[in-house]
């Protein structure tokens, strides 16, 4: 038999060549790719992985600190570009359904199927006849004359609600009837200004996350039942998990998902998340239908 005099330093001497091969050949690839760009060096199985810890932001930000505007990284197997200006990410999101020139949105992830958003909507869709479709429906749905007036009105009340929210917090810190000063965050509002103006355009659905945010920091309340707003903070932070879930799935190989504990500790969660947010929605187009349909 051919292993019947294999010793262990044959088998060890094997491995390291397997693992020679290997590493040879991952750097003979990577410093004769075309069209290379400033990036840290990848390292053999992890690649660029260890570099995340977690926080998106944080990770882009480094590099575009460090490389400029343009650079990429090895994340899950693949080469990733960072674009940090905005001429070049809108030539990726052209408005134009005959512009092909980036028609592949995103590659082959695996772990974007198991998110189940691979080849569906706009953003991650490879599929040019689905995704000219779903960009046609998705185009002339928000330029219709109704969906501009609803605009409009839910800009202006959500914006009077907005002040109405200062007014209070201004009054509660003002002793006296001169005028005050107060510190904002405007950064908390806005989000809680766009996403409730998101949600309640494109959902139907009502948002209260800035009137929830008000409660959490005024000692007056608005009086609005509780499950309103815990279901509005169950709705956004559902749509937080779930675009952080698409990074994670999309930038992290499987194997580090299911066998890394910290990473699969990340991951299992935001699959669940998944689940929760796309029930929640199947239940709004449900009830968008029965309420149509009376």
Known sequence: MFFENFKFTDFLFSITFILFVYVFQFYYKYFTRPNPLPGPLPL???QNELDFKGDVREFNMSFKKKYGGICEVYLGG??????????????????????????????????????????????????????????????????????????????????????????SIANNISSDEHECT??????????R??????????????????????????????????????????????????????TIFMSISSFMRHYNPFIKKKATPLLKNRDNLFKRLDDIIRDGKNAHDI
């Open 44 to 46: 053999p199985f992890f």
């Open 78 to 167: 693949h080469r990733r570009i960072i674009l940090s200006r905005s001429e070049d990410i809108e030539k990726i999101f052209s408005t134009s359904i005959k512009h092909t020139t980036f028609s592949a949105r995103t590659h082959q992830a695996q772990g974007l199927k198991e998110l189940n958003v691979l080849n569906k909507g706009l953003l991650f869709n490879n599929d040019l006849k689905n995704w000219r479709f779903n960009h046609q429906f998705f185009t002339q749905a928000i330029l219709t004359p109704s969906f501009k007036n609803d605009a409009v009105l839910w800009s202006c009340k959500l914006f009077e609600e907005l002040e109405n929210y200062w007014k």
């Open 182 to 191: 107060l510190e904002v965050d405007f950064s908390q509002w806005f989000h």
């Open 193 to 246: 200004f766009s996403y409730d103006m998101i949600v309640t355009l494109i959902t139907g659905e009502r948002s209260y996350s800035m009137a929830s945010y008000y409660n959490s920091i005024s000692t007056n309340k608005v009086q609005l039942p509780n499950e309103l707003i815990e279901n509005s903070n169950k709705f956004i932070n559902e749509i937080r998990n779930h675009a952080l879930g698409v």
